[in-house]
């Protein structure tokens, strides 16, 4: 007969603001904020905050009202989703199976491991007492199912409800304890219904009419009659390989052969998974016991191992291999999909060709100096455009069509001599005068009224294309509002 299952859910209530106070190390008001409806809100405080009055879903402005000296960090829910998952995996002492619960909390099935840590009760003061330790605050459940285990920690007093004894504990329960959402919760409400119990009682074919099959899928997983296993998420694959060497080596021949050779099992790997490396590491150990490491970027998703090898070449010849290398491993810690794609002879091989001439670039110069245009929503010169990494963004399709040409070349404007609305035809720039051949437009721009930029406080501006004597192509305005002249560009 099989064991009766044993669920814990640990809630852990201030997640965001123990791991800010962790490395803070502060003893006052604190509260994590987050922009919710348009405002700053608080979405997570210490114990100190909540004496004080403060609540989640607070305004920012309130909270300082009532407390002004109220400390606060806006919130990260990368880093809290990190450290929740780290959390997960160090519960796996105590169960082989442990999921993350939400944003906040845990799922252990500890069915057939308690009596390793002395018992339910030895386990459940044993998994606390070292959370506390690690600086968070914590409400946990033990129950049959997962639904009842999650009310206890999250509605119920917390604790344990012994083997058998759900139905008695979760029906004391208000409804919220079956996980519902607050329109529903609202609606039963208005029927009468306030506990578990009164649910429970109730005809199952209404409650399913007027409410759908989620509700009553809720109360029979809390109850234990429809199962809820906990799944943790699946393990990525590690993409690494090791060559161990009979002896040192410490020629460069040699070590692009063992890397050959590293590439090729590496690349299978991949292969089979559909995966492209984004970065490989090479990491080589010395028989003095030092180690060396070798990193390369890709523009491009990658698993050509013949296209990849000649990346490393210029790190590794400067290698210092002291007396010797006599071991290698090649990792490849960051990876896109890759999927199998039908071989065609359209424009993929000239894109496969640039994304290889940027990581060539990128590692030797760094992939944050090879950068791209990108348009942008604006008529203002200098705005209309956005620089980014040519490795990590694609590049743009359509460019805005039917505006006048723009110059090559755009810097801060620079005064000249002149007044009124025609152009000069004669004026002085970078300590050389120029002669005005010829002249088009104007082109008039107006600021953006809904940002405040210091370099367009003067107001709109007339811009003209100017052919002077010296071969040159300029780019004028004129700002109506100063009456001055100014060169803002070149044009190729």
Known sequence: ???????IVIWLPRLQSDLALRRLGLDAPFAVVDRQRGAERLVCLNARAEGLGLARGMGLADARALCPDLLTRPADPYRSAQALESLRRWALRYCP??????????????????????????LMDDLLARLARMGFSTCAGLADTRGAAWAVAHVGPGGIIPPGGTPTALGRLPLAALRLDAKTLTALERLGLRHVRDLAQMPRAPLARRFGAGLLQRLDQAMGDLPEPIAPPPAPPVMAVRLSLPEPVGLLGDLQAGLARLLERLCQHLHRAELGARRLVLDLSRVDGHAVRLEIRLARAMRDAGTIAPLFDRAL??????????????????????????????GAQAQDDLADLLSRLGNRLGFEHVQRLLPADSHIPEKAFTVAAAAYSDPAQDWPRGLPPRPLVLFAPEPIVGHGRTVPRRFKWRGQWWQVMAASGPER????????????RSGMRDYWRVQTDRGARLWLFHTPQRDGWCVQGEFA
């Open 1 to 7: 007969m099989p064991a009766q299952r044993r669920i």
């Open 317 to 346: 010849d400067g290698v210092d291999a002291g007396f010797g290398i006599d071991g290698m491993r090649l990792s490849a810690p960051d990876t896109d999909p890759m999927p199998l794609q039908q071989v065609t002879t359209g």
């Open 445 to 456: 721009i107006t600021p953006e009224w809904w940002l405040d930029d210091p370099n367009w």
């Open 97 to 122: 199976w442990a999921a993350c619960d939400g944003t906040d909390g845990l799922a252990l099935d500890i069915t057939g491991a308690a009596h390793l840590m002395g018992g339910e009760d030895a």
